[in-house]
């Protein structure tokens, strides 16, 4: 179980890293955390010719506030810093929240928000949480034929990210720099949960949910994301809309619940058989969205 | 016995071994480099079967950094199988076919992992690159992979040269079932399964082999649990004599059973090193430990139970399929403590007992932590709590009517045990063990109470509670040897190697109170075998009672010879000295003393005469060899929350009550029973080793295969009786496994409690139960299918195949 | 590649080729065997060590990932000198703590969960039990059935404590 052979650059500045990147005859992966990266490498799953390691990228670890009060985070920033951060804890509870559901502290202080996001799993925690928040993915590469250190920029909704397991909408020349989130509107709640096997386990099944109630109790918005509960992070838009224009007693939940279990499509596997999971992501979707509505109200 | 007038045995001392273990300084087989060394890879299949017909290692040969690549071709006589380790034991009417593997693959793959080639490179960087192109023409085969099926006329043949997939039949009986059957009140039938896990040890098996040509000596170290046959078993391989060889198994990080199988790497290492002039190292990773090294379980059991109305039980019928992978080098050592652990501490006047072991292309089974206990231990406390929910007898009321009283022991079982003695219980008091655990889980009153409470808010709480009985401290042999060294420290050698039992501090304790020092002046060494080269290893919960005994009968001798010594000296009658603060003194007049490092000088003349027959130096070797095994038992509860939503079960407490005999060191016992509860608790809920249908391991990484953390296992409680061994004077009995054997059956017992309401009669018969697998139960039992099979639970059920 | 970086506040630099994992290069490289291996894809805990002071899986770097860094492994725990005997009293109060409590059998996960325990009690100095479970939750370790490595890391919180805060606070992170 030892990685094979490959080239190494330590990328300094964003531009070092989309440099390494353009040369595709090379075939290059960043590496960040390196807590999914180097398994697949010690496994040799993953055969990569040469890695740009990203973690000399100071501007990738911030955690800034956008123009619009919402929230960026660098591609670099640390899950023990969405944990830990004061900031976030006020501003994105729900990440503070989900967060020490992914593995344990030591991978925790390695793993990132970009390496998450990019890997595409649809087992893992952040994605899930982070449709719920309405997160876009900004990329950049290195504009084509453009001197060294121009850049191509663009921003993709997450919703349009995730194309698949471990697949995403990232061409191999592409960086992902930056996740941002619109500000959290007033009559907010947020929940997570999740049943694994053990903590820090992958989970079975896990949600994530963000309802906005108006004054009179109503629901005006919500959002549902489940985590394994498809071939991609997934956000349950039809089960949503039931709470929507709703007042979110147990009966409304219940049917939000059950259209969330019904149009999952969950996949086997040795740990859980698909109904298991459909039923998982029921009782998980009431006891969470229960959970996000009274947060709103208390 | 030394209990009565000892300060040591019986205390909580700490560790002589731990602050090596807590600095890193202390050397595990990994940690040994000796300059110059190679690096070993092996190419495996990723076949569980197959015909091997060409293999190309010219490009691994040729790859930068590579100095050799062997395969079978190259191996000349060392091509050939493997030992029988452990024979089975002469039984009647006994079927047995010994099938050993090849060190690497000729023709024949019959596992997934086997080895096709061995690669020796600069670095196991560089070898694991040149095992990737290594290329082998392989014509796949079908597989055995469901044990149900691995008997039936149209499977597959794991080796062709036999009719069918049978590796054994064993038959074992005692009084006459069929009568007993006739009489009973009450029978009931149940089908169980056991399914397959790992020994699961953090430190992966290493060899480390140096071939000093100059001296004419081989030196290898060795993850092994048993240094010294595995020696002689190298050594007359590569055909040297056994003083030429030198096995060190060092600190060894956790055995558990799969440590002590010879392996072909053992053999294959210390072979390249002769052959290439280099030391060589291998270190197998965890991917190759999932198939390279031994596991245990898979058992399927059609079982019966025959009672009178008021519970007793008349007699018990158990016939079972036993998993023995591709190989059976271990006989029948697994599925025999099977058999005989399942009578339990309790009655049973007939039994009728038979198992088939069947070949299958999956990796080999041998002992793993509890060695095929557990199996019997779940099959009969499951069958009494069927069998007491049917009469109305809770589970602990119809334990009380069928457990052996204590003036009813010592009690001869009358089939053969492992140890091919007769199933014999020594001593124990199994009515004390039941009661005391009832009691400290407040079985009778107050947590019936709370569960009602907890009932009524909606919270699923249960209560288990089992038996066990566990055959240990089986012979042959093992020995000590002790000398006390002109500086005043005594050094004890013995054979048994040490996994992290505690042996350095145990047997101290026990060399200290005979000869007056503590146990921190005992230097202790084990598995080396320039130190000490008879003995058999550490297996079967046996260290603490065979060697221990051995090194007290040594310790016996070399306290007599310094009272001679120390008399001489001191000009008195050996009768008015004592040994103590490490020295002999006068009793009543302290001033007058000798320290042992002065006499160990005079014991040792340098010029002079001697009186003939005089034996130099204070020293002694002794061994020890018990009759039969030692029987030590307990009882284990738990309380469990289920969340019937979820079926998500977590463990509320967890208790055990367990009579080892005499216990030197309290500390290192409940230690044992903690880590053995754990793997228990991993048996019960967590670890499965999951094949696909083509015979695949699904699981092979500890992502998947699921070993239980911290915050899966509770605190453990435990509570100690002390019923000594008769049969060793130091009275002890082991206790590595006991911790592991229970655990599922109280398990089962407990979340049936818990779920008695939402799901009566809900039936888990099949381990490891996983929510995934209690949900489907569940759900099954809502639609009305008992036990998640079939319907009716009384009727006769389709026998497994093979199993009349 | 060439890196420099400081192992148990020693300074030590040379060539190491980019796929060298950390793990490796700690016990092979500087000959600091104490870090442990046992699973090789970030699951058992045996290899964590400090990386600037936060635990981490020693088997998931590369050591060219350390140029510049500060690591700490369990042989930087005691105080003693590298090839110094070593007493129970010379112990880190953690690592003493694990010996009274026989937190540790064959002792081979020991090392990781030492690193993760002393990095965990300096961010949570008066942990509850659970909190201790939690913490050390992401080490297997198959002899100790963990009773008593949650009671030893207890223990030495209580150890840490009397030992006062700066007692143990003298290494410059
Ligand atoms: C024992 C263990 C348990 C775990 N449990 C969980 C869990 O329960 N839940 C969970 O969600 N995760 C879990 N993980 C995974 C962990 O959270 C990873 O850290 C995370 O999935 C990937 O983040 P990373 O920064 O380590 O990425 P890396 O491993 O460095 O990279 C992952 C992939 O993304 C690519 N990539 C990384 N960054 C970028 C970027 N900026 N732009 C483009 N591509 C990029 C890489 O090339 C690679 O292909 C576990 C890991 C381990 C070892
Ligand atoms: S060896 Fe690194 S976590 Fe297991
Ligand atoms: S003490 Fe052996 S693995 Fe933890």
Same mark, same amino acid.
């Given at each position: 179980?030892?990685?094979?052979?490959?080239?190494?650059?330590?990328?300094?500045?964003?531009?070092?890293?989309?440099?390494?990147?353009?040369?595709?005859?090379?075939?290059?992966?960043?590496?960040?955390?390196?807590?999914?990266?180097?398994?697949?490498?010690?496994?040799?799953?993953?055969?990569?010719?040469?890695?740009?390691?990203?973690?000399?990228?100071?501007?990738?670890?911030?955690?800034?506030?956008?123009?619009?009060?919402?929230?960026?985070?660098?591609?670099?920033?640390?899950?023990?810093?969405?944990?830990?951060?004061?900031?976030?804890?006020?501003?994105?509870?729900?990440?503070?929240?989900?967060?020490?559901?992914?593995?344990?502290?030591?991978?925790?202080?390695?793993?990132?928000?970009?390496?998450?996001?990019?890997?595409?799993?649809?087992?893992?925690?952040?994605?899930?949480?982070?449709?719920?928040?309405?997160?876009?993915?900004?990329?950049?590469?290195?504009?084509?034929?453009?001197?060294?250190?121009?850049?191509?920029?663009?921003?993709?909704?997450?919703?349009?990210?995730?194309?698949?397991?471990?697949?995403?909408?990232?061409?191999?020349?592409?960086?992902?720099?930056?996740?941002?989130?619109?500000?959290?509107?007033?009559?907010?709640?947020?929940?997570?949960?999740?049943?694994?096997?053990?903590?820090?386990?992958?989970?079975?099944?896990?949600?994530?949910?963000?309802?906005?109630?108006?004054?009179?109790?109503?629901?005006?918005?919500?959002?549902?994301?489940?985590?394994?509960?498809?071939?991609?992070?997934?956000?349950?838009?039809?089960?949503?809309?039931?709470?929507?224009?709703?007042?979110?007693?147990?009966?409304?939940?219940?049917?939000?619940?059950?259209?969330?279990?019904?149009?999952?499509?969950?996949?086997?596997?040795?740990?859980?058989?698909?109904?298991?999971?459909?039923?998982?992501?029921?009782?998980?979707?009431?006891?969470?969205?229960?959970?996000?509505?009274?947060?709103?109200?208390? | 016995?030394?209990?009565?007038?000892?300060?040591?045995?019986?205390?909580?001392?700490?560790?002589?071994?731990?602050?090596?273990?807590?600095?890193?300084?202390?050397?595990?087989?990994?940690?040994?480099?000796?300059? +110059?060394?190679?690096?070993? $890879?092996? *190419? =495996?299949? @990723? &076949?569980?079967?197959? #015909?091997?017909?060409?293999? /190309?290692?010219?490009?691994?040969?040729?790859?930068?950094?590579?100095?050799?690549?062997?395969?079978?071709?190259?191996?000349?006589?060392?091509?050939?199988?493997?030992?029988?380790?452990?024979?089975?034991?002469?039984?009647?009417?006994?079927?047995?076919?010994?099938?050993?593997?090849?060190?690497?693959?000729?023709?024949?793959?019959?596992?997934?992992?086997?080895?096709?080639?061995?690669?020796?490179?600069?670095?196991?960087?560089?070898?694991?690159?040149?095992?990737?192109?290594?290329?082998?023409?392989?014509?796949?085969?079908?597989?055995?992979?469901?044990?149900?099926?691995?008997?039936?006329?149209?499977?597959?043949?794991?080796?062709?040269?036999?009719?069918?997939?049978?590796?054994?039949?064993?038959?074992?009986?005692? +009084?006459?079932?069929?009568? $007993?059957? *006739? =009489?009973? @009140? &009450?029978?009931?039938? #149940?089908?169980?399964?056991? /399914?397959?896990?790992?020994?699961?040890?953090?430190?992966?098996?290493?060899?480390?082999?140096?071939?000093?040509?100059?001296?004419?000596?081989?030196?290898?170290?060795?993850?092994?649990?048993?240094?010294?046959?595995?020696?002689?078993?190298?050594?007359?391989?590569?055909?040297?004599?056994?003083?030429?060889?030198?096995?060190?198994?060092?600190?060894?990080?956790?055995?558990?059973?799969?440590?002590?199988?010879?392996?072909?790497?053992?053999?294959?290492?210390?072979?390249?090193?002769?052959?290439?002039?280099?030391?060589?190292?291998?270190?197998?990773?965890?991917?190759?430990?999932?198939?390279?090294?031994?596991?245990?379980?898979?058992?399927?059991?059609?079982?019966?139970?025959?009672?009178?109305?008021?519970?007793?039980?008349?007699?018990?019928?158990? $016939?079972?399929?036993?998993?023995?992978?591709?190989?059976?080098?271990?006989?029948?050592?697994?599925?025999?403590?099977?058999?005989?652990?399942?009578?339990?501490?309790?009655?049973?006047?007939?039994?009728?007992?038979?198992?088939?072991?069947?070949?299958?292309?999956?990796?080999?089974?041998?002992?793993?932590?509890?060695?095929?206990?557990?199996?019997?231990?779940?099959?009969?406390?499951?069958?009494?709590?069927?069998?007491?929910?049917?009469?109305?007898?809770?589970?602990?009321?119809?334990?009380?009517?069928?457990?052996?009283?204590?003036?009813?022991?010592?009690?001869?079982?009358?089939?053969?045990?492992?140890?091919?003695?007769?199933?014999?219980?020594?001593?124990?008091?199994?009515?004390?063990?039941?009661?005391?655990?009832?009691?400290?889980?407040?079985?009778?009153?107050?947590?019936?109470?709370?569960?009602?409470?907890?009932?009524?808010?909606?919270?699923?709480?249960?209560?288990?509670?089992?038996?066990?009985?566990?055959?240990?401290?089986?012979?042959?042999?093992?020995?000590?040897?002790?000398?006390?060294?002109?500086?005043?420290?005594?050094?004890?050698?013995?054979?048994?190697?040490?996994?992290?039992?505690?042996?350095?501090?145990?047997?101290?304790?026990?060399?200290?109170?005979?000869?007056?020092?503590?146990?921190?002046?005992?230097?202790?060494?084990?598995?080396?075998?320039?130190?000490?080269?008879?003995?058999?290893?550490?297996?079967?919960?046996?260290?603490?009672?065979?060697?221990?005994?051995?090194?007290?009968?040594?310790?016996?001798?070399?306290?007599?010879?310094?009272?001679?010594?120390?008399?001489?000296?001191?000009?008195?009658?050996?009768?008015?000295?004592?040994?103590?603060?490490?020295?002999?003194?006068?009793?009543?007049?302290?001033?007058?003393?000798?320290?042992?490092?002065?006499?160990?000088?005079?014991?040792?003349?340098?010029?002079?005469?001697?009186?003939?027959?005089?034996?130099?130096?204070?020293?002694?070797?002794?061994?020890?060899?018990?009759?039969?095994?030692?029987?030590?038992?307990?009882?284990?509860?738990?309380?469990?929350?289920?969340?019937?939503?979820?079926?998500?079960?977590?463990?509320?407490?967890?208790?055990?009550?367990?009579?080892?005999?005499?216990?030197?060191?309290?500390?290192?016992?409940?230690?044992?029973?903690?880590?053995?509860?754990?793997?228990?608790?991993?048996?019960?809920?967590?670890?499965?080793?999951?094949?696909?249908?083509?015979?695949?391991?699904?699981?092979?990484?500890?992502?998947?295969?699921?070993?239980?953390?911290?915050?899966?296992?509770?605190?453990?409680?435990?509570?100690?009786?002390?019923?000594?061994?008769?049969?060793?004077?130091?009275?002890?009995?082991?206790?590595?496994?006991?911790?592991?054997?229970?655990?599922?059956?109280?398990?089962?017992?407990?979340?049936?409690?818990?779920?008695?309401?939402?799901?009566?009669?809900?039936?888990?018969?099949?381990?490891?139960?996983?929510?995934?697998?209690?949900?489907?139960?569940?759900?099954?039992?809502?639609?009305?299918?008992?036990?998640?099979?079939?319907?009716?639970?009384?009727?006769?059920?389709?026998?497994?195949?093979?199993?009349? | 590649?060439?890196?420099?970086?400081?192992?148990?506040?020693?300074?030590?630099?040379?060539?190491?080729?980019?796929?060298?994992?950390?793990?490796?290069?700690?016990?092979?490289?500087?000959?600091?065997?104490?870090?442990?291996?046992?699973?090789?894809?970030?699951?058992?805990?045996?290899?964590?060590?400090?990386?600037?002071?936060?635990?981490?899986?020693?088997?998931?770097?590369?050591?060219?990932?350390?140029?510049?860094?500060?690591?700490?492994?369990?042989?930087?725990?005691?105080?003693?000198?590298?090839?110094?005997?070593?007493?129970?009293?010379?112990?880190?109060?953690?690592?003493?703590?694990?010996?009274?409590?026989?937190?540790?059998?064959?002792?081979?996960?020991?090392?990781?969960?030492?690193?993760?325990?002393?990095?965990?009690?300096?961010?949570?100095?008066?942990?509850?039990?659970?909190?201790?479970?939690?913490?050390?939750?992401?080490?297997?370790?198959?002899?100790?059935?963990?009773?008593?490595?949650?009671?030893?890391?207890?223990?030495?919180?209580?150890?840490?404590?009397?030992?006062?805060?700066?007692?143990?606070?003298?290494?410059?992170?």
């Amino acid at each position: 179980m030892k990685p094979p052979p490959f080239d190494y650059v330590a990328a300094a500045t964003v531009d070092e890293a989309l440099e390494a990147l353009a040369d595709t005859s090379v075939e290059t992966r960043p590496l960040a955390g390196g807590q999914s990266l180097v398994p697949m490498l010690n496994f040799r799953l993953a055969v990569p010719e040469r890695l740009v390691d990203l973690n000399g990228i100071d501007e990738l670890s911030r955690i800034e506030e956008t123009e619009d009060g919402g929230l960026r985070l660098g591609a670099m920033v640390r899950h023990r810093q969405l944990e830990h951060d004061p900031f976030i804890a006020r501003r994105m509870p729900l990440l503070s929240e989900a967060t020490p559901f992914i593995a344990h502290p030591q991978i925790r202080s390695r793993g990132t928000v970009g390496g998450s996001v990019a890997h595409a799993d649809p087992a893992a925690e952040l994605p899930a949480v982070l449709l719920t928040l309405g997160a876009r993915v900004r990329i950049a590469r290195r504009s084509l034929g453009g001197e060294p250190g121009s850049r191509v920029e663009r921003t993709v909704g997450l919703g349009e990210f995730f194309l698949g397991p471990f697949f995403s909408a990232l061409e191999p020349d592409e960086l992902l720099t930056a996740i941002e989130m619109p500000p959290s509107a007033p009559g907010e709640g947020t929940a997570f949960d999740e049943v694994a096997r053990r903590r820090g386990d992958y989970a079975l099944a896990g949600v994530a949910a963000r309802v906005r109630l108006n004054s009179g109790g109503v629901c005006d918005e919500a959002a549902i994301s489940l985590v394994n509960g498809g071939a991609t992070p997934c956000l349950m838009r039809e089960a949503a809309r039931t709470l929507v224009g709703q007042e979110p007693t147990p009966e409304v939940i219940e049917a939000t619940a059950a259209a969330c279990a019904a149009t999952s499509e969950p996949a086997a596997d040795m740990h859980a058989s698909e109904a298991y999971r459909r039923h998982l992501i029921q009782v998980l979707t009431r006891r969470v969205v229960s959970r996000a509505a009274d947060r709103v109200l208390t | 016995m030394s209990r009565a007038g000892g300060t040591w045995v019986g205390a909580r001392v700490p560790r002589n071994e731990d602050v090596r273990l807590l600095t890193g300084r202390a050397q595990f087989v990994e940690d040994v480099e000796p300059p +110059g060394a190679l690096h070993v $890879a092996f *190419a =495996r299949s @990723d &076949l569980p079967a197959g #015909r091997l017909r060409g293999l /190309d290692a010219a490009s691994a040969r040729t790859h930068p950094g590579v100095h050799a690549v062997f395969t079978a071709a190259d191996l000349g006589p060392l091509l050939r199988p493997g030992a029988v380790l452990v024979p089975p034991p002469p039984l009647e009417g006994l079927v047995f076919h010994a099938r050993t593997a090849l060190p690497l693959v000729r023709d024949r793959i019959r596992h997934q992992g086997e080895a096709l080639a061995m690669i020796v490179a600069e670095s196991r960087y560089v070898a694991e690159d040149a095992a990737a192109l290594v290329e082998a023409d392989i014509e796949p085969l079908d597989p055995v992979v469901d044990l149900g099926r691995a008997l039936g006329a149209d499977a597959p043949r794991v080796h062709d040269d036999l009719p069918s997939n049978l590796a054994a039949h064993v038959r074992q009986t005692k +009084g006459d079932y069929a009568a $007993a059957r *006739a =009489r009973a @009140d &009450l029978v009931l039938e #149940r089908r169980f399964s056991y /399914d397959r896990g790992i020994g699961g040890a953090i430190e992966n098996r290493a060899v480390v082999a140096e071939w000093d040509a100059g001296a004419d000596r081989l030196r290898v170290w060795d993850t092994t649990q048993a240094p010294i046959p595995v020696r002689n078993v190298v050594a007359a391989s590569l055909g040297l004599s056994e003083a030429q060889v030198r096995f060190i198994a060092p600190f060894v990080g956790g055995g558990f059973g799969p440590k002590i199988m010879f392996y072909a790497e053992e053999i294959l290492i210390p072979w390249a090193s002769m052959r290439l002039g280099r030391p060589v190292k291998w270190v197998e990773d965890r991917y190759e430990n999932f198939f390279a090294t031994t596991q245990e379980r898979s058992q399927l059991h059609d079982a019966e139970i025959a009672l009178t109305r008021e519970g007793r039980i008349l007699g018990v019928r158990d $016939a079972f399929l036993h998993d023995s992978g591709a190989y059976d080098p271990y006989g029948l050592t697994v599925p025999i403590n099977t058999q005989c652990t399942l009578l339990g501490p309790y009655r049973v006047p007939n039994y009728e007992s038979e198992f088939r072991v069947a070949f299958t292309n999956k990796p080999i089974v041998t002992p793993v932590r509890g060695a095929g206990r557990q199996h019997g231990v779940f099959v009969m406390e499951r069958l009494l709590d069927l069998a007491g929910r049917e009469l109305g007898l809770d589970p602990v009321e119809i334990r009380r009517r069928n457990v052996l009283g204590p003036d009813e022991l010592p009690h001869n079982h009358e089939i053969m045990y492992q140890d091919f003695t007769p199933l014999r219980y020594d001593s124990g008091n199994y009515e004390r063990s039941l009661e005391e655990a009832a009691r400290l889980v407040c079985y009778d009153e107050t947590f019936p109470r709370g569960r009602e409470r907890a009932r009524a808010d909606g919270c699923a709480i249960g209560v288990g509670l089992v038996n066990y009985v566990e055959g240990t401290g089986i012979g042959p042999y093992e020995g000590g040897r002790i000398t006390v060294e002109p500086g005043g420290t005594v050094r004890l050698a013995t054979g048994v190697g040490t996994q992290g039992q505690g042996h350095f501090t145990s047997f101290a304790q026990i060399v200290a109170d005979a000869i007056g020092v503590t146990p921190a002046d005992v230097r202790v060494v084990t598995g080396d075998t320039s130190e000490f080269h008879w003995g058999t290893g550490t297996f079967a919960s046996r260290g603490a009672v065979v060697a221990g005994n051995a090194i007290h009968a040594a310790a016996r001798s070399v306290r007599e010879k310094i009272l001679r010594h120390a008399a001489e000296a001191l000009e008195v009658d050996p009768a008015d000295l004592e040994l103590a603060g490490g020295s002999a003194r006068v009793r009543g007049a302290p001033d007058l003393s000798v320290d042992l490092g002065a006499l160990a000088v005079s014991a040792n003349p340098l010029r002079g005469a001697v009186e003939p027959g005089t034996e130099p130096g204070l020293e002694a070797t002794s061994y020890f060899g018990p009759p039969y095994g030692t029987t030590a038992n307990g009882t284990h509860a738990v309380v469990v929350a289920v969340d019937p939503e979820t079926a998500m079960v977590e463990i509320l407490r967890y208790l055990v009550v367990h009579d080892c005999g005499t216990v030197i060191n309290p500390m290192i016992v409940e230690g044992q029973i903690h880590g053995g509860v754990a793997a228990g608790i991993g048996n019960a809920f967590y670890e499965e080793l999951v094949f696909d249908e083509f015979g695949g391991m699904s699981n092979a990484s500890f992502m998947d295969y699921l070993l239980p953390t911290a915050t899966d296992v509770p605190p453990i409680e435990t509570a100690h009786i002390e019923t000594p061994s008769p049969l060793n004077p130091l009275g002890t009995k082991g206790v590595g496994e006991g911790g592991a054997i229970p655990v599922a059956a109280a398990f089962a017992q407990a979340v049936e409690d818990a779920l008695a309401q939402i799901a009566p009669g809900l039936e888990i018969l099949d381990i490891p139960l996983s929510p995934a697998r209690l949900f489907a139960l569940l759900r099954a039992q809502r639609e009305g299918v008992v036990g998640g099979r079939e319907a009716d639970s009384s009727s006769r059920r389709e026998p497994a195949a093979g199993v009349p | 590649m060439r890196i420099a970086a400081r192992v148990n506040g020693l300074a030590w630099s040379g060539e190491v080729e980019p796929r060298l994992l950390l793990s490796d290069f700690l016990r092979s490289e500087v000959g600091l065997t104490g870090t442990h291996v046992g699973c090789e894809h970030g699951v058992c805990g045996a290899c964590t060590v400090q990386l600037d002071g936060e635990p981490v899986r020693a088997c998931l770097m590369f050591a060219v990932q350390v140029d510049g860094r500060e690591v700490t492994t369990v042989e930087g725990l005691a105080e003693a000198q590298p090839g110094e005997a070593i007493t129970v009293e010379d112990l880190h109060p953690v690592q003493r703590a694990l010996h009274e409590a026989h937190g540790l059998q064959c002792g081979f996960c020991t090392p990781g969960i030492l690193m993760t325990a002393e990095a965990f009690l300096r961010d949570n100095p008066t942990p509850s039990r659970e909190e201790i479970r939690e913490a050390v939750s992401g080490h297997l370790c198959r002899c100790t059935g963990y009773h008593n490595i949650v009671e030893g890391v207890a223990r030495a919180a209580e150890l840490l404590a009397a030992d006062g805060p700066a007692a143990h606070d003298d290494d410059d992170r």
